[in-house]
C-alpha cells in the first residue's frame, strides 16, 4: 500500500533552489522531513540506511537532475 503525501512543482532561481535542497537536507540529518499540506501529516521518520540514487541526464535542450531516496519505514516491521 503506498500514500501520497507531497509534491510541489516550481520555477525558481539557483539561491533558491540550493537553499531549499539544504533545507531538505537539514531535515534528513535531523531525522524527520517535515513536507505535507497543512497539518494533515506528521513528519515523515529518516531511519537508516538511505539509498540513494542520482540520475544527470543531458537533452537535447537542458538538463535534467533527479534524486531518489529510499529508506526503511520502523514502524512497518
Excluded: C, K
Excluded at 3 to 17: G, K
Amino acid at each position: 500500500m503506498s500514500r501520497h503525501i507531497f509534491d510541489v512543482s516550481e520555477r525558481a532561481s539557483r539561491a533558491q533552489a540550493a537553499r531549499q535542497l539544504r533545507e531538505l537536507a537539514d531535515q534528513i540529518d535531523r531525522g524527520t522531513i517535515d513536507m505535507a499540506y497543512g497539518d494533515y501529516d506528521a513528519p515523515t521518520p529518516v531511519n537508516e540506511p538511505l539509498r540513494i540514487v542520482l540520475d544527470l541526464t543531458r537533452h537535447r535542450h537542458h538538463f535534467e537532475l533527479e534524486l531518489n531516496a529510499r529508506w526503511p519505514d520502523a514502524a512497518a516491521g
